[in-house]
């Protein structure tokens, strides 16, 4: 039990350094290519992140393919999964950010920013009423968050 808890402490330690590492090059190299924190948060550190995720939808969605008969629990595990996680990384995570440090929210970027949080959870909210969310569904959301990266792509000097 001693050797379980110590590795967890030790995996726990490795995590925070190994994070603390990346932010800071990611704030390197948004610096270097005169790039948005907002731009370089949304691209490589939060597909970085979410690569569990993306890989649950992925697999998910191979195995339904496969067997059109798990769709219903595959679906909830796949939605559940992206957004729970997406509920906890703002909620939970964010709060105890705010306790432990602060969290500097620029006013004039907060509409860019969390705008298009909200627009993305609205839009999928939009296109799961009807039960669904099909393929021409999923192709627009990905190109909205596409347009949403070249929109900050093209602003890059703003949010550094």
């Known amino acids: ?79 559940g999964t992206n957004v729970g996680s997406d509920i906890f990384q703002q909620s939970f995570i964010l709060g105890i950010i705010g306790i432990i440090g602060t969290i500097i929210v620029v006013k004039k970027d907060l509409f860019k920013e969390v705008g298009a949080l909200i627009g993305g959870a609205v839009l999928v909210w939009i296109f799961a009423l009807g039960g669904l969310i099909n393929r021409v569904e999923g192709f627009l959301m990905l190109a909205v968050y596409l347009g949403y990266l070249y929109y900050l792509f093209k602003h890059k000097n703003s949010g550094c």
């Open 1 to 79: 039990m001693l050797v379980e808890i110590i590795t967890l402490l030790l995996g726990i330690i490795a995590v925070l350094i190994l994070a603390d590492v990346a932010v800071r090059n990611c704030i390197r190299l948004a610096a270097h290519f005169g790039l948005s924190g907002t731009f370089i948060g949304l691209t490589v550190l939060s597909i970085g992140t979410s690569i569990p995720e993306i890989m649950t939808a992925v697999l998910g969605s191979i195995n339904i393919l496969k067997n059109p008969g798990t769709m219903n629990s595959l679906s909830g595990l796949i939605i």
